[in-house]
């Protein structure tokens, strides 16, 4: 049982360069979730999915896009990487938004030069 | 100010010292978490409760509504415990807020 898969584990972009995050969950869970982590400041919301074919901006969705392509997949998309969103990234997923417990995938460290 | 605070910052320990991790926060929850970040990066979620208390295995989590805080004990502290343990609450609104973490090194 891989929980959540988190690809890829590290990455560097020139600015303006695009590329996706992938992300998949094999727990049949509802919600799906892309957080960003940064020194000193909390994992913070960029966008969130609670179900298959629903996405919504969480805390700090500028400069980013995301797909939930199925039930098992979320992706985050940067169009137009900017030396901001240099970061690292973590996916997560639970069963629903209201008092479950998240799993986590295993982050990716973003670097935008 | 944060809507979750943490503390300490930073925590160092011997091993077999018994550690206390503090959460406070300023928003009405429906349910408060720990997590525990290995310095690989995971995130594994520890513990999730909206009362009272929880054990696991050396790990102790207690929460008190009223004066909205929550601590993580550790007992009989390990090397292998060493990480950055995150307190997390689920906001009456089904948002998540997370705290900034806590850094434990526990040497032998």
């Known amino acids: 049982n891989a929980g959540v898969t988190q690809t890829p584990k590290f990455q560097v972009l020139k600015t303006g360069q695009s590329m996706t995050l992938q992300c998949a969950q094999d727990m049949n869970h509802n919600s799906m979730y892309w957080y960003r982590q940064d020194p000193g400041m909390g994992l913070r919301l960029i966008y969130y999915?609670?179900?298959?074919?629903?996405?919504d901006k969480g805390e700090v969705p500028n400069g980013y896009n995301v797909s939930r392509l199925n039930k098992r997949e979320f992706s985050l998309r940067l169009e137009s990487a900017a030396p901001s969103q240099t970061s690292v990234y973590f996916c997560a997923s639970s069963e629903n938004r209201q008092n479950t417990e998240a799993f986590f995938g295993q982050g990716t460290r973003l670097t935008v030069v | 100010k944060n809507e979750v605070e943490q503390s300490p910052q930073n925590l160092t320990a011997q091993e077999g010292e018994f550690i206390t991790i503090n959460c406070s926060y300023s928003v009405g929850i429906s349910a408060l978490h720990w997590l525990q970040q290995h310095p690989g990066g995971g995130i594994v979620s520890l513990f999730m409760l909206s009362s009272g208390k929880k054990k696991h295995g050396r790990l102790i989590a207690t929460i008190n509504i009223q004066e909205k805080h929550s601590s993580l004990h550790i007992t009989a502290s390990h090397p292998r415990d060493s990480a950055v343990y995150i307190c997390?609450?689920?906001?009456?609104?089904?948002?998540?807020?997370f705290g900034t973490g806590t850094r434990l090194q526990v040497f032998p």
């Open positions: 999915s609670a179900s298959e074919g629903t996405t």
């Open positions: 997390a609450v689920t906001k009456s609104t089904d948002k998540l807020i």
